[in-house]
């Protein structure tokens, strides 16, 4: 993997924070408008009191999926929580809830992600720009969020069905390999759109299927480079989540009022952090691998 394009990414949330903290403000706020409502329709469904805590903490598909999993493997040992629902309940509030959060969660990148990565692109912040570039590319992002949100619920019906049948012929040995598959399916997807969102910024095009074209072939000609970059930028974010609930979250509980929201709000912060420098990355390594393809043809 090329130095210069991880570097890339790394400095740019950094160099340029405003795009940083505009989105977090974006985030918060559609996280703290969620909170009551996710929190009353998980007692309804689910007997499950810490899933609100999670999506106010951060939105975000994995966080959703493993409590409702584990309630789903509960029911399914015959250990479920009072109140809980059946198996079949569970499975399909799992598939609606992840449904939604990924499609809400993709909502504050929707609306600002042309401008963040028009920024990133052009190396410099300027509010004009920015703010044609969020406004420029809101439609086709939006577009963007519903076909990725329809992927991630394929995805996960797949998945919860695969778990169920799994469970009903006692063949939990091979749970571990079908969440593998299901990870590596999400992975996929999410490289797919997110290297699409790039592209139509980088080549200044709003036709969302020619990015996702696009995307998909520049992925297919440069996988090392696509996934490297992709798996190291996630592990990265992934890696805050034991940092803060196993270091961070023992030190500062929950009770502690302002000085708990303040850890808890830096937690999502740098997750947004790592989000936005694999963007930044990826346009980076597409910009690169578009100009030594020019340069071929243009040798030849």
Avoid: C
Avoid at 61 to 75: H, I, K, S, T
Avoid at 209 to 224: E, H, K, S, T, V
């Amino acid at each position: 993997m090329n130095f210069q394009v991880i570097r890339a990414g790394f400095t740019a949330p950094t160099r340029l924070p405003a795009p940083l903290i505009m989105l977090f403000i974006l985030t918060l706020v559609i996280a703290l408008a969620l909170t009551v409502p996710v929190y009353t329709a998980m007692e309804a469904w689910m007997g499950h009191r810490l899933i609100a805590r999670d999506l106010a903490q951060d939105f975000d598909g994995v966080l959703v999926l493993e409590p409702l999993m584990g309630n789903v493997r509960a029911a399914q040992a015959g250990e479920a929580p009072t109140g809980a629902r059946p198996v079949a309940t569970l499975v399909l509030a799992m598939v609606v809830t992840a449904s939604q959060a990924w499609l809400v969660s993709s909502l504050p990148n929707a609306a600002l992600g042309g401008g963040v990565l028009l920024t990133y692109s052009e190396g410099h912040f300027v509010w004009r720009r920015f703010v044609w570039g969020a406004w420029h590319w809101l439609f086709p992002f939006v577009l963007l969020a519903i076909l990725f949100a329809l992927s991630a619920l394929i995805i996960s019906a797949l998945g919860a069905g695969i778990l169920v049948v799994l469970g009903a012929v006692h063949a939990t040995v091979l749970t571990t390999p079908a969440w593998a598959l299901m990870a590596l399916m999400y992975a996929v997807a999410t490289m797919v759109f997110e290297y699409a969102r790039a592209i139509a910024v980088v080549e200044r095009t709003r036709n969302v299927f020619m990015a996702l074209g696009r995307a998909a072939l520049f992925i297919l000609r440069q996988p090392l480079k696509s996934f490297g970059l992709y798996l190291l930028m996630s592990a990265l974010s992934l890696a805050l989540i034991p940092v803060y609930s196993s270091v961070v979250a023992p030190l500062i509980p929950f009770e502690w009022g302002v000085a708990a929201i303040a850890a808890q709000q830096l937690f999502v912060a740098a997750r947004m952090w790592t989000r936005l420098a694999r963007w930044a990355g990826e346009a980076a390594l597409y910009r690169q691998g578009a100009l030594a393809q020019t340069a071929i043809s243009g040798d030849n």
